[in-house]
């Protein structure tokens, strides 16, 4: 079976400096991985993804993240944290060996960030 | 926006009312979904549907029925609610839902306040 956890339920984090959100996950094979930001009232939206190929990622608004395989973690991060990056962000996991008939992805229960000016 | 719209953005509702759920999608997207999301725990996918089809049921009481007339329209019907459903429920699409890899497209929810 398929998990993710997100061990922090809130980063804070000062305005400039680095942001680090952390997610590990569990899987029978090489997984993909997801990052998808919510902001207040609003629905999720996708940020970045890891099928296969380079560990580093880019996605959007300056994110980036690192599949590291053997610690089994996708973490979420950007060089300088912008007040409007505060929201609640979360990972999710698909195994693509899950067998038949399932498909799903997996969440993570969120993480908020606060970016403090 | 997404491209994702649901309606009514909120709703509060008598656990002996009937109410629906609309969702529309406008990314000729194939595959559908309901999440719910309460405060605090991961999401979870209720439905999916793929080229009209429901492929997936996680186990989702019958007081939640959901609908899917074509790829672009997803329902979910609500009746005898428990306070326990109050919640944010989100619909999402994708291209097909066993392309691999996929990205969901979500919409703003519909908060729901079941009394």
């Known amino acids: 079976a398929q998990s993710v956890a997100q061990p922090e339920d809130q980063v804070n984090v000062a305005e400039g400096n680095p942001l680090t959100v952390k997610c590990t996950y569990s899987v029978s094979g090489n997984p993909y991985l997801f990052w998808y930001v919510q902001y207040p009232n609003r629905g999720l939206q996708f940020l970045l993804k890891y099928i296969t190929g380079d560990n580093l990622v880019k996605g959007s608004y300056g994110f980036e993240a690192e599949f590291n395989k053997s610690q089994t973690s996708f973490h979420l991060k950007k060089p300088s944290a912008l007040v409007s990056d505060s929201a609640l962000y979360f990972c999710?996991?698909?195994?693509?060996?899950?067998?038949?008939?399932?498909?799903?992805?997996?969440f993570g229960k969120g993480t908020k960030l606060s970016v403090i000016p | 926006e997404t491209g994702v719209t649901q309606t009514p953005r909120h709703l509060v509702m008598g656990m002996t009312n009937k109410k629906s759920l609309k969702c529309e999608q406008h990314l000729g997207h194939n595959a559908m979904y309901w999440y719910k999301q309460s405060a605090k725990k991961p999401l979870e996918l209720m439905f999916v549907?793929?080229?009209?089809?429901?492929?997936e049921n996680n186990s989702v009481p019958s007081r939640f029925s959901p609908e899917c007339p074509n790829s672009s329209h997803l329902f979910l019907h609500l009746h005898t609610l428990q306070p326990e459903d109050s919640a944010l429920y989100l619909c999402?699409?994708?291209?097909?839902?066993?392309?691999?890899?996929?990205?969901?497209?979500f919409g703003p929810g519909t908060r729901l306040l079941v009394l």
């Open positions: 549907y793929n080229f009209k089809e429901q492929t």
């Open positions: 999402a699409s994708s291209q097909e839902y066993y392309r691999i890899p996929e990205t969901q497209y």
């Open positions: 999710a996991v698909r195994d693509p060996y899950s067998g038949a008939g399932s498909y799903q992805l997996t």
